[in-house]
């Protein structure tokens, strides 16, 4: 009896309808792009000088080391958090004969839960 019970509640179960995310209403706000919720989504290109990269950024660049066109230069962005603690990443971009080459985030360690 309790066999034929269990069995009848899960198919019952099965014919519900599913709660699946529903599509926004026409002419409402639409989500974003998959491309622009990833997290490197910069506005950097590979080729540019450190004066594009900065305006593209949107931060200054400061210098960390290296020869004149094959520096390492570093960019603070302030990308919001709580009213009391900013959140503060760190954007390293290598260049290389003046042109940008590469570039690498870090998200550092939070000294705040240590």
Known sequence: MKLAAVALTLIAGSFTQAAAQQLPP??????????????????????????????????????????????????????????LFYKKDRLYLQFRNGRLAGWKGDWGHNWMWQ
């Open 26 to 83: 026409i002419g409402g706000p639409y989500p974003p792009p998959f491309t622009e919720t990833l997290s490197n989504n910069f506005p950097l290109a590979f080729g540019m000088n450190a004066g594009e990269a900065a305006s593209a950024l949107g931060f200054p660049l400061n210098y960390v080391r290296g020869r004149p066109g094959d520096e390492i230069f570093l960019a603070f962005r302030n990308i919001g958090g709580s009213g």
